[in-house]
């Protein structure tokens, strides 16, 4: 069939024939007498044909009589949209004049991109503030628990299908009798179809993961009464739309009406855009080569040829986990220097992330009290050298202007989170935590307390605390310092950076020889969150709880009180429980060296969420479970006297920090067979002085608790 022509072709086409008659009147003219009658009808009809067609040359003119022509795109994005309470994936595009939203829809051949119209607004008819006294509506904010069932789906899904490559790489040849190697053409269908049902599978958690993410509203609305509310990952992306649109707000001096084909057209001419911007696409990683989880060493060297103010820039990084982008570090100010035009910030910092493949990197300026982004750049992690020579030099070209260099330095969390001998003989690091309780004469180690001390003092409103990583020099200062004179090192915590003193407090759990939970009660923790019976997997969790050694007992009760305090701010500092289970879950838990998990790097890599859904559990248990247990009491015992309070700590669904819901809530814990095991036997009734290797005397735990009614129910595991 012949192509149907665009709008373009269907404006231009009048005036080429306006053009052949002009050519035609000019014969005529030049033919025809002066004293002819017919030559001043004709010397005016051609006159009146010239002055039009010399002034579809003008672009001004031509612009409006084509519908935009000539307009240029500004800026364009993927974001989510909010309507009629749902949320869509949509394609925003800004141009000079028009702001215009776009549905992608894949082509019928899956080859391409097909973008439709969903509505458009006038720069010129564009207001960010609504009209009178209008109250705003709320944002249904995306919970917690469903968060952590997206992600928990993710890393399985994953699991899977790294399972499923070994396995097509062991079985895919076989050796015939020749000794030559053929194919087994058979496995390998069975496993592509298998493969492609889980790839799809995981494009669709992924997409799930990203559009449920988002929560900062940019509301915009126009003249004609109609509302518009985009939802943002955060406020740097915001603060960019508002900008573009309020710059080119002042050029737009008139309304703009286009039709649904003006627009189609617009949209049409704008997919080599698309094309070139593949940053922006929501990608699926499945080759383990493809991401890094672990502990990412980054020094933020410098930046040159920025076009910006030269004082007090700093640089903030932010890495990907399932395609959302959190802030994960952030440098001191520093000054350009003038005769080098070199911003110089040598700082770094220890980043723990999960999943990751993409890093953005932006670049602040001061003015007038106020932070503008400057340059910014994206980087797409080199994992295989990463991974194979621990440590590279990236060089990131930054927009508009500008590169920015960094060192990367790639730990597995195994080799990362292993065992650290102390630094001196007397220091605190590296001791075991009962060491540490009599050397001090306290049941908690006074560098817990001093950090969180300091934390409730100066960070509760810091936004990404305990998520956002402190400068390495700082946090390596205080760690000497708590190791030699802790009186200075209490000083010294004052006053440095709030980010520091939290990243110290995780390192600390992170570098203790036996951790917070214990190695050897790590996989029956596991196995106790996997329980199908929710009041079996409840029981079994308080009892473990209650069988951890008495220092490690109190700690743990003291820091879950810690986070608590934390998520109850989170309208200030952006970290609700569901982050703060995800930031210190690996510090707190880990599996031991000679552990199944230890040893298997798939089974690793599925177990990332099983520290966060464990500690989860414990920080949204009554506070009768953090009572320390009297001489001859048992868990069951204390279930059974705080069985009337259970309905009063649940979370809603609408807000993840409150305490006193009475809607229940719960984790996904679906665990692989390789992973963990659901055989039990019956529990001791141990007291948190007790020594945990009693309890480990069986192999696991009991489906049957023989005490009294639970404390607390969790609906969905």
Same mark, same amino acid.
């Given at each position: 069939?012949?192509?149907?022509?665009?709008?373009?072709?269907?404006?231009?086409?009048?005036?080429?024939?306006?053009?052949?008659?002009?050519?035609?009147?000019?014969?005529?003219?030049?033919?025809?007498?002066?004293? &002819?009658?017919?030559?001043?009808?004709?010397?005016?009809?051609?006159?009146?044909?010239?002055?039009?067609?010399?002034?579809?040359?003008? @672009?001004?003119?031509?612009?409006?009589?084509?519908?935009?022509?000539?307009?240029?795109?500004?800026?364009?994005?993927?974001?989510?949209?909010?309507?009629?309470?749902?949320?869509?994936?949509?394609?925003?595009?800004?141009?000079?004049?028009?702001?215009?939203?776009?549905?992608?829809?894949?082509?019928?051949?899956? #080859?391409? %991109?097909?973008?439709?119209?969903?509505?458009?607004?006038?720069? &010129?008819?564009?207001?960010?503030?609504?009209? !009178?006294?209008?109250?705003?509506?709320?944002?249904?904010?995306?919970?917690?628990?469903?968060?952590?069932?997206?992600?928990?789906?993710?890393?399985?899904?994953?699991?899977?299908?790294?399972?499923?490559?070994?396995?097509?790489?062991?079985?895919?040849?076989?050796?015939?009798?020749?000794?030559?190697?053929?194919?087994?053409?058979?496995?390998?269908?069975?496993?592509?179809?298998?493969?492609?049902?889980?790839?799809?599978?995981?494009?669709?958690?992924?997409?799930?993961?990203?559009?449920?993410?988002?929560?900062?509203?940019?509301?915009?609305?126009?003249?004609?009464?109609?509302?518009?509310?985009?939802?943002?990952?955060?406020?740097?992306?915001?603060?960019?739309?508002?900008?573009?649109?309020?710059?080119?707000?002042?050029?737009?001096?008139?309304?703009?009406?286009?039709?649904?084909?003006?627009?189609?057209?617009?949209?049409?001419?704008?997919?080599?855009?698309?094309?070139?911007?593949?940053?922006?696409?929501?990608?699926?990683?499945?080759?383990?080569?493809?991401?890094?989880?672990?502990?990412?060493?980054?020094?933020?060297?410098?930046?040159?040829?920025?076009?910006?103010?030269?004082?007090?820039?700093?640089?903030?990084?932010?890495?990907?986990?399932?395609?959302?982008?959190?802030?994960?570090?952030?440098?001191?100010?520093?000054?350009?220097?003038?005769?080098?035009?070199?911003?110089?910030?040598? $700082?770094?910092?220890?980043?723990? %992330?999960?999943?990751?493949?993409?890093?953005?990197?932006?670049?602040?300026?001061?003015?007038?009290?106020?932070?503008?982004?400057?340059?910014?750049?994206?980087?797409?992690? @080199?994992?295989?050298?990463?991974?194979? #020579?621990?440590?590279?030099?990236?060089?990131?070209?930054?927009?508009?202007?500008?590169?920015?260099?960094?060192?990367?330095?790639?730990?597995?969390?195994?080799?990362?989170?292993?065992?650290?001998?102390?630094?001196?003989?007397?220091?605190?690091? !590296?001791?075991?935590?009962?060491?540490?309780?009599?050397?001090?004469?306290?049941?908690?180690?006074?560098?817990?307390?001093?950090?969180?001390?300091?934390?409730?003092?100066?960070?509760?409103?810091?936004?990404?605390?305990?998520?956002?990583?402190?400068?390495?020099?700082?946090?390596?200062?205080?760690?000497?310092?708590?190791?030699?004179?802790?009186?200075?090192? $209490?000083?010294?915590?004052?006053?440095?950076?709030?980010?520091?003193?939290?990243?110290?407090?995780?390192?600390?759990?992170?570098?203790?020889?036996?951790?917070?939970?214990?190695?050897?009660?790590?996989?029956?923790?596991?196995?106790?969150? !996997?329980?199908?019976?929710?009041?079996?997997?409840?029981?079994?969790?308080?009892?473990?709880?209650?069988?951890?050694?008495?220092? #490690?007992?109190?700690?743990?009760?003291?820091?879950?009180?810690?986070?608590?305090?934390?998520?109850?701010?989170?309208?200030?500092?952006?970290?609700?429980?569901?982050?703060?289970?995800?930031?210190? +879950?690996?510090?707190?838990?880990? @599996?031991?060296?000679?552990?199944?998990?230890?040893?298997?790097?798939?089974?690793?890599?599925?177990?990332?969420?099983?520290?966060?859904?464990?500690?989860?559990?414990?920080?949204?248990?009554?506070?009768?479970?953090?009572?320390?247990?009297?001489? +001859?009491?048992?868990?069951?015992?204390?279930?059974?006297?705080?069985?009337?309070?259970?309905? !009063?700590?649940?979370?809603?669904?609408?807000?993840?920090?409150?305490?006193?819901?009475?809607?229940?809530?719960?984790?996904?814990?679906?665990?692989?067979?390789?992973?963990?095991?659901?055989?039990?036997?019956?529990?001791?009734?141990?007291?948190?002085?007790?020594?945990?290797?009693?309890?480990?005397?069986?192999?696991?735990?009991?489906?049957?608790?023989?005490?009294?009614?639970?404390?607390?129910?969790?609906?969905?595991?």
């Amino acid at each position: 069939f012949k192509d149907v022509p665009n709008v373009n072709e269907l404006l231009r086409k009048p005036i080429e024939r306006l053009q052949s008659y002009s050519l035609v009147l000019n014969d005529l003219c030049q033919h025809t007498p002066e004293e &002819h009658t017919d030559f001043s009808v004709l010397k005016q009809s051609l006159n009146v044909m010239s002055d039009f067609i010399a002034s579809t040359h003008d @672009p001004r003119a031509f612009q409006q009589l084509s519908g935009g022509f000539n307009r240029e795109l500004v800026k364009q994005e993927l974001v989510v949209e909010l309507t009629e309470g749902s949320r869509k994936i949509r394609r925003l595009f800004l141009f000079h004049d028009v702001l215009i939203s776009a549905k992608e829809k894949s082509t019928r051949h899956g #080859n391409g %991109i097909k973008l439709e119209p969903k509505w458009y607004l006038p720069l &010129h008819d564009l207001k960010f503030h609504p009209p !009178g006294l209008e109250a705003l509506r709320p944002v249904p904010v995306t919970s917690d628990h469903e968060l952590s069932v997206i992600k928990s789906r993710l890393a399985e899904i994953k699991a899977q299908l790294n399972r499923g490559a070994k396995e097509k790489e062991r079985k895919g040849s076989t050796l015939d009798k020749d000794g030559s190697f053929k194919r087994n053409f058979k496995t390998q269908l069975l496993g592509g179809n298998r493969e492609d049902k889980l790839r799809k599978k995981l494009q669709e958690q992924q997409v799930s993961y990203w559009v449920a993410t988002p929560s900062l509203p940019l509301r915009l609305y126009g003249t004609n009464g109609k509302r518009f509310v985009f939802l943002l990952h955060n406020e740097d992306e915001r603060e960019s739309w508002i900008t573009a649109m309020k710059k080119l707000q002042p050029k737009a001096f008139q309304s703009v009406s286009l039709s649904q084909l003006e627009i189609q057209d617009l949209l049409s001419r704008q997919k080599v855009h698309l094309t070139r911007d593949q940053d922006e696409v929501i990608e699926v990683q499945t080759d383990e080569d493809e991401y890094i989880t672990g502990i990412l060493r980054v020094r933020v060297t410098s930046a040159t040829d920025l076009k910006a103010k030269q004082v007090g820039l700093h640089c903030a990084l932010e890495l990907d986990e399932y395609g959302r982008f959190d802030r994960k570090a952030r440098t001191l100010p520093v000054n350009t220097d003038m005769t080098t035009l070199t911003t110089t910030w040598d $700082q770094d910092f220890e980043v723990e %992330i999960a999943g990751a493949h993409m890093m953005k990197v932006m670049v602040f300026s001061k003015y007038l009290l106020k932070e503008e982004v400057c340059a910014s750049g994206k980087l797409k992690i @080199p994992v295989k050298d990463l991974k194979s #020579n621990k440590r590279c030099k990236v060089d990131i070209k930054l927009h508009p202007q500008g590169n920015v260099t960094l060192v990367l330095e790639y730990f597995t969390s195994l080799a990362s989170i292993g065992k650290r001998p102390g630094m001196i003989s007397s220091g605190v690091f !590296g001791f075991p935590m009962d060491v540490i309780a009599k050397r001090e004469r306290h049941d908690i180690p006074l560098i817990v307390q001093t950090c969180v001390d300091e934390v409730e003092k100066r960070g509760l409103t810091e936004v990404g605390i305990y998520r956002v990583a402190g400068v390495l020099r700082d946090v390596q200062e205080l760690r000497v310092a708590f190791d030699t004179d802790y009186l200075q090192a $209490q000083q010294l915590a004052s006053e440095t950076d709030i980010h520091a003193v939290a990243g110290l407090l995780k390192r600390y759990f992170r570098e203790l020889p036996d951790p917070l939970f214990t190695d050897e009660l790590y996989m029956s923790f596991v196995q106790a969150l !996997g329980l199908s019976d929710p009041e079996a997997r409840e029981q079994s969790l308080v009892t473990l709880f209650h069988s951890l050694p008495l220092v #490690n007992f109190k700690t743990a009760v003291y820091v879950f009180r810690h986070i608590r305090n934390i998520a109850a701010h989170a309208e200030f500092n952006k970290m609700t429980l569901n982050n703060l289970a995800t930031v210190f +879950g690996p510090n707190l838990f880990r @599996p031991g060296a000679s552990t199944a998990i230890a040893q298997n790097p798939m089974a690793a890599a599925f177990d990332v969420m099983s520290p966060v859904n464990i500690l989860m559990f414990f920080l949204i248990c009554p506070e009768e479970v953090y009572d320390e247990l009297n001489p +001859g009491s048992t868990p069951s015992s204390v279930s059974k006297s705080g069985s009337k309070k259970r309905s !009063g700590f649940n979370f809603s669904e609408d807000d993840s920090t409150s305490v006193s819901s009475t809607h229940s809530a719960g984790f996904v814990t679906s665990i692989p067979s390789s992973v963990a095991t659901t055989t039990v036997s019956s529990p001791l009734p141990l007291t948190p002085t007790s020594s945990s290797s009693a309890l480990l005397s069986s192999t696991s735990i009991n489906t049957t608790p023989s005490g009294g009614p639970l404390r607390f129910k969790q609906s969905v595991i």
